[in-house]
Nanobody, 121 residues
């Protein structure tokens, strides 16, 4: 089991920047994938970015070139640096972890409670 807690959401103007943090209750060294999803009102939750245990990052087309995902294993934390924010980035952002666990030899999904990001025009 791992608990995820997001922080860093705020109200910013278009063109501004925010850095979201996701702190895990245990080491993330063994977590295969960590990432960020977001959900805007009336829309389905969508993938924003993922990062593997090896550091390989992947991004949604809508955020490429503007967002950067990173992980600090020593701090058990994953970050999402968001630059050049747009009003359409407004959403609740959720931290996610996918880890293979020996308990049942299966992947498990973990979610944070979300942090609100609002970008005004």
């Amino acid at each position: 089991q791992v608990q995820l807690v997001e922080s860093g959401g705020d109200l910013v103007q278009a063109g501004g920047s925010l850095r979201l943090s996701c702190a895990a209750s245990r080491s993330i060294f063994w977590i295969n994938f960590m990432g960020w999803f977001r959900q805007a009102p009336g829309k389905q939750r969508e993938l924003v970015a993922t990062i593997s245990s090896g550091g390989a990052a992947d991004y949604a087309d809508s955020v490429k070139g503007r967002f950067t995902i990173s992980r600090d294993n020593a701090k058990n934390t994953v970050y999402l640096q968001m630059n050049s924010l747009k009003p359409e980035d407004t959403a609740v952002y959720y931290c996610h972890a996918a880890a293979f666990e020996s308990d049942d030899d299966a992947y498990h999904d973990y979610w944070g409670q979300g942090t609100q990001v609002t970008v005004s025009s």
